[in-house]
């Protein structure tokens, strides 16, 4: 099994920054891809930016620019930094991992809200 906890939400003026961490525990030999989705209220999860185990990466258009994601794997961890960051930008984001190439695992979220 593979756990994944999130850390570094919170609220934010919009032009701000955030960094976002998710730490990965369990059987994290066996992750592939690391990644993060948002959710905003009465909208779906969709993909903010995704990490191959090798570094190879790709970003929601509304983000790209803005976001950088990355990934330490010694510590088993995958970061995305948030920078000029606009109200629309206010959603639940989730940490997320591919496993074994088949199973997804998800983290609980961690909220961020950029005022305006």
């Known amino acids: 099994q593979v756990q994944l906890v999130e850390s570094g939400g919170g609220l934010v003026q919009a032009g701000g920054s955030l960094r976002l961490s998710c730490a990965a525990s369990g059987n994290t030999f066996s992750i592939n891809a690391m990644g993060w989705y948002r959710q905003a209220p009465g909208k779906q999860r969709d993909l903010v930016a995704i990490?191959?185990?090798?570094?190879?990466?790709n970003y929601e258009d509304s983000v790209k620019g803005r976001f950088t994601i990355s990934r330490d794997n010694a510590k088993n961890t995958v970061y995305l930094q948030m920078n000029l960051l606009k109200p629309e930008d206010t959603a639940v984001y989730y940490c997320?991992?591919?496993?074994?190439?088949?199973?997804?695992?998800w983290g609980q979220g961690t909220q961020v809200t950029v005022s305006s």
């Open positions: 990490i191959s185990s090798g570094g190879s990466t």
């Open positions: 997320y991992a591919r496993v074994d190439s088949r199973y997804d695992r």
